[in-house]
């Protein structure tokens, strides 16, 4: 264990990686500890807290994914899963597991210190809780009833639409990946149909669609949701 910053457990099966990431990491600021599969992992988060997990997911034995899925029945440690699987379906389902974020090897050593960062960032904020009910324009949406009215008439959203729409509402201001999206509305669809659904709910609450004034594109990273 090194540095004086956030303490990361670093589990990967390659020793040289592994010792790559610490000395990296280390070099950084952060206190790094490694372990070489899941159960020495289990031995160190037995016995130490940390602030987030750097997690391979090819490891012979319990692999990335599934020791993901079984942190997550007692553990909210922030997860960042490394791997050689770049298809988006694999990231999906890493996300689906619990991680909160995914980065592909091989990978640029600064993008790994940003993803670190933005995951430490976002863990320390303190929750926020969304109103019940947003205003956009002429449009009302109320979160507890999954209710979206404009002018006062109730407009008719499909499950996918009413799904997306609350994620959104239920982090105004706060710009979601589409992954993310899809995560946390837990319907069952893809990057491409999170677009299309978008431009559906558009339709239904912007005055102009092709120039959206609340459901915003933020190039490069997803859409945010801003209300009045």
Do not use: W
């Not at 997860?79 to 090897?105: C, F, M, P, Q, W």
């Not at 205003?135 to 006062?152: K, M, V």
């Not at 990057?191 to 978008?198: I, K, P, W």
Request: glycine content about 8%; overall charge neutral.
């Amino acid at each position: 264990m090194t540095g004086d910053g956030p303490h990361i457990l670093v589990v990967d099966d390659d020793r040289r990686l592994r010792e790559l990431l610490r000395r990296y990491l280390s070099d950084n600021g952060f206190r790094v500890s490694t372990a070489g599969d899941a159960a020495e992992a289990r031995r160190l988060l037995g016995g130490m807290a940390f602030d987030l997990i750097v997690l391979d997911v090819m490891m012979p034995g319990e692999d990335g994914l599934a020791f993901t899925k079984a942190l997550r029945a007692d553990s909210q440690v922030p997860i960042l899963l490394l791997t050689a699987r770049s298809e988006v379906e694999d990231r999906i389902d890493g996300l689906n597991r619990g991680a909160d974020d995914y980065l592909t090897k091989p990978f640029e050593p600064r993008e790994l210190l940003a993803r670190v960062a933005t995951i430490l960032r976002r863990a320390a904020a303190p929750p926020v809780r969304a109103p019940h009910t947003l205003r956009f324009g002429a449009c009302q949406f109320d979160l507890d009833r999954g209710e979206l009215t404009r002018d006062g008439a109730v407009v008719r959203l499909t499950s996918q639409e009413g799904s997306l729409l609350r994620t959104l509402a239920a982090n105004p201001g706060v710009t979601l990946t589409r992954e993310e999206l899809i995560r946390q509305s837990g319907i069952e669809t893809n990057e491409r149909a999170v677009d299309v659904q978008v431009t559906r709910l558009r339709r239904k609450i912007e005055t102009d669609p092709r120039t959206p004034r609340y459901l915003q594109t933020v190039r490069g990273s997803g859409y945010v949701l801003r209300p009045e």
